[in-house]
């Protein structure tokens, strides 16, 4: 039975992360990674973090299972942190929240239930480039995709005109994936006063958001980060739904927190929507896994650890800016083309403008890795690697 089963096509990010490890140069860099390191080029511990596992593990209560929507607590935090204390639609009973396996099983849970909503007609509009999982999860849930304009390769900026007027034109009832902060790939964002255009269209031509916010925190700081979550919120818009990860804000990757918020038109119909979402995890993984999402409630829940998390949440973003800053500085020293777009951009990722030869030849002469897509992580950079890394890059540019 399983002989005429093909290999699945490699994973291009993870492929290159091989490379880099059997790559025996010394001076390597791998700008092609998804996480936040430190200075050390380590994924860190956070302190408040460390300070709930104490707790636990002190405490170290039995292992039952979670409800099938998780961690009460957790559910209620990351409203709060979405939405804002005592907004008016959590006051409202508006929003149905489950905690999920990390943003990625949030955005699965979100797609299969959605399918079941709409039918045969799912379809999604997605940014034109995005994550590739994007593509991947929806797809496979049953949607059919299209592409809405996003980066503009000139302006290494966004697209605003060719968004919009591509939003402009998707039949009601489309689903618009929408990156909230720090896009992946590009680091390219709106600015509050686009978000409320788009929000205006999008409830104007009947649209259907789903937000993706996988990096709250790492742009400006978590509320200003949530801007387009809160003008959802506020517009009256009936139907929306959010998708949130603590991978990174929380450095809690491989601990799978994640999110999945469904927004209605009030508490009767959000009411059924969890239901509705509980029935779909029951048949997919049944509950989720207790420990993440312990430690993000507890660090939530705490007035102290919270004011600890956004210092050490602060100091992340902090250094990411730091190296973009010093990135377009070291290569606007050394005579390369401007690269000042760069301090524009947003998160930890950008789209460098660096074409395919360019970071074949990276590879190649420096040991530097990045994605053929010029994607470079910029919380990779730290000023052991600055100097090799932003002199490479002038010399790729000549
Ligand atoms: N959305 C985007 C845009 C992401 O970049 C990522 C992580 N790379 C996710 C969702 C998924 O996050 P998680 O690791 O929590 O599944």
Redesign the pocket.
């Known amino acids: 039975i399983f002989a005429s089963v093909e290999m699945a096509p490699g994973d291009p990010i993870l492929g290159l992360t091989e490379a880099y490890l059997v790559d025996p140069r010394k001076e390597k860099v791998n700008l092609g990674v998804?996480i936040y390191v430190d200075e050390q080029g380590k994924v860190p511990v956070l302190e408040a973090v460390r300070r709930v596992e104490q707790v636990l593990a002190r405490d170290n209560l039995p292992r039952s299972y979670l409800p099938i929507d998780g961690l009460p607590a957790y559910n209620r935090a990351t409203q709060k942190l979405l939405f804002g204390e005592g907004a008016p639609v959590l006051e409202a009973g508006r929003v149905a929240t489950v905690q999920t396996i990390?943003?990625?099983?949030a955005?699965r849970v979100g797609a299969d239930l959605l399918k079941q909503v709409l039918g045969a007609n799912a379809k999604l509009a997605i940014s034109n480039p995005s994550?590739g999982?994007?593509h991947a999860v929806f797809r496979t849930a049953g949607f059919q995709l299209v592409d809405y304009r996003y980066y503009d390769d000139a302006s290494h900026g966004l697209d605003f005109a060719g968004m919009l007027a591509d939003l402009g034109k998707l039949e009601p009832g489309t689903v618009v994936l929408l990156?909230a902060c720090c896009h992946?790939p590009t680091g390219v964002d709106l600015d509050a006063a686009q978000w409320a255009q788009v929000v205006a269209l999008l409830k104007d031509r009947g649209l259907l958001p789903f937000v993706?916010m996988?990096?709250q925190g790492f742009d400006k700081n978590a509320a200003a980060d949530a801007t387009a979550v809160r003008l959802l919120a506020d517009s009256g818009i009936p139907a929306f739904v959010v998708?949130n990860?603590?991978?990174k804000s929380f450095s809690l990757?491989g601990e799978?927190?994640?999110a999945l918020s469904f927004v209605g038109a009030g508490r009767d119909e959000a009411a059924r929507l969890l239901s509705r979402i509980k029935a779909t995890i029951r048949a997919n993984y049944s509950s989720p896994a207790t420990h993440g999402a312990k430690l993000v409630a507890g660090v939530l829940d705490s007035v102290e650890l919270h004011a600890l998390w956004e210092q050490e949440l602060g100091a992340m973003r902090g250094r990411i800016h730091a190296m973009r800053g010093a990135f377009v500085d070291k290569l606007a020293a050394l005579g390369a083309p401007d690269f000042g777009f760069i301090n524009r951009q947003a998160g930890m990722f950008s789209y460098s403008g660096l074409g395919k030869a360019q970071v074949d030849r990276l590879r190649d002469e420096f040991a530097i890795y990045a994605l053929s897509s010029g994607r470079i992580c910029v919380a990779a950079l730290n000023t052991g690697n600055i100097d090799y890394v932003t002199k490479a890059v002038a010399a790729v540019c000549r």
Do not use: E, I
Request: glycine share 22%; proline share 0%.
């Open positions: 998804g990390g943003g990625s099983g955005l994550w999982n994007h990156h992946n993706d996988a990096y998708a990860s603590y991978s990757y799978r927190v994640g």
